[in-house]
């Protein structure tokens, strides 16, 4: 059986940055306070003519770019994301057509922040069964525009970004290793927007309410995200039968920094073998991790050869881990 690896990666943040002191005057807050709780510094916000579809073809270009692949020879797009451009059609269908990619099967998957290792799982399966060769899968997220600026537990957390994956057969000695997706429902109402679905459809009374915007109990996810994403890692490492010690590189999904520190620590995984970029990006739900892993691409902090670990928790609530060998 083939496996599956990742050929190319590629990236597409806005100009803008949000600094923790732009924050201070706009809602009650301070650097000390969202540093100290969150270690985010600054977060990037889309441009007014920036969409979800628009950057996500400018990371899947640097992707396919990268990757050797052109669009046509694309079998399949999942774009992962809670913020698309619009309800109908699929944001990948938009990207497909922007690209040029033909007819390929394309929709999207919203699993939140775990949603970029739920769209690598999939691929994974059409891939190993011959259903496709290349796959596209992005990770895409304008969250800006779900943020309430009048309430600090979300405003200072979340930040716009894309970042792209093209998926293929690579040869059996590397590529995913084992890989884990899970969801509890019970959870549901713990990371949401309540309005705009078919549940609460948009109203002036929802707008009034400012029922559109994200909301969170960020207290009762924190235990539940450090020990679902512990779990999951040790699953996978368990399933490809490897250590914690064998892994070169921890990328797990920059919710919080706080749940990174207790979850290496858990693991006994080395700051050095893990990768930050929270402080700079923030939260960028599904963007996250390939945000991270085309940096670490880019800058040669992944070589051939390396175990990379990729563990995400997210809305629904969603986790996932992913072992893969580059």
């Known amino acids: 059986m083939v496996a599956t690896g990742i050929l190319g990666t590629g990236a597409a943040l806005p100009e803008k940055v949000i600094t923790n002191f732009d924050l201070e005057k706009m809602v009650d807050t301070s650097d ?3 540093t100290e709780r969150t270690g985010i510094k600054e977060r990037r916000q889309a441009a007014p003519n920036e969409t979800t579809s628009t950057l996500s ?15 046509e020879q694309l079998d399949l ?44 799982t999939v691929v994974d399966q059409f891939v190993k069964t011959g259903k496709s060769k290349y ?37 059996s000695s590397s590529g995913i290793l084992a890989s884990e997706v899970h969801t509890n429902g ?17 109203t002036c009374e929802t707008v009034q309410a400012r029922e559109h915007f994200i909301k969170m109990r960020g207290n009762e996810l924190f235990k539940v995200a450090v020990r ?35 979850v290496c620590e858990r693991l006994g995984l080395p700051a050095e073998k893990v990768y930050s970029n929270i402080n700079r990006v923030g939260n960028t739900s599904s963007a996250s991790i390939p945000i991270c892993l085309d940096e670490c691409v880019r800058s040669g902090r992944i070589k051939k050869g390396d175990l990379i670990l990729m563990s995400a928790f997210g809305a629904g609530v969603t986790w996932g881990s992913v072992l893969m060998r580059w």
């Open 135 to 171: 796959a596209l899968v992005i990770g895409a997220e304008l969250l800006s525009r779900y943020l309430d600026y009048q309430d600090r537990s979300t405003c200072v957390i979340f930040g716009d970004g894309v970042a792209a994956g093209v998926m293929g057969p690579v040869n």
């Open 228 to 262: 679902s994403l512990e779990e999951v890692s040790r699953r996978v490492m368990e399933q490809a039968n490897v250590h914690a010690g064998d892994v070169d590189l921890f990328i797990p999904h920059q919710a919080n920094q706080r749940i990174t520190n207790a």
């Open 32 to 34: 000390k306070w969202i």
């Open 57 to 71: 073809v400018k990371a899947a270009k640097k992707a396919l770019e990268m990757a050797g692949i052109e669009p």
């Open 77 to 120: 797009i999942i774009c992962s994301t809670i913020s698309p451009d619009m309800p109908l059609p699929a944001t990948a269908s938009i990207i497909q057509r922007e690209l040029g990619a033909g007819t390929c099967c394309a929709f999207d998957l919203a699993a939140a922040c775990s949603g970029f290792l739920f769209g690598m």
């Open 186 to 202: 019970a959870f549901a109402d713990h990371l949401y927007i309540p309005a705009g679905g078919t549940a609460r459809p948009a």
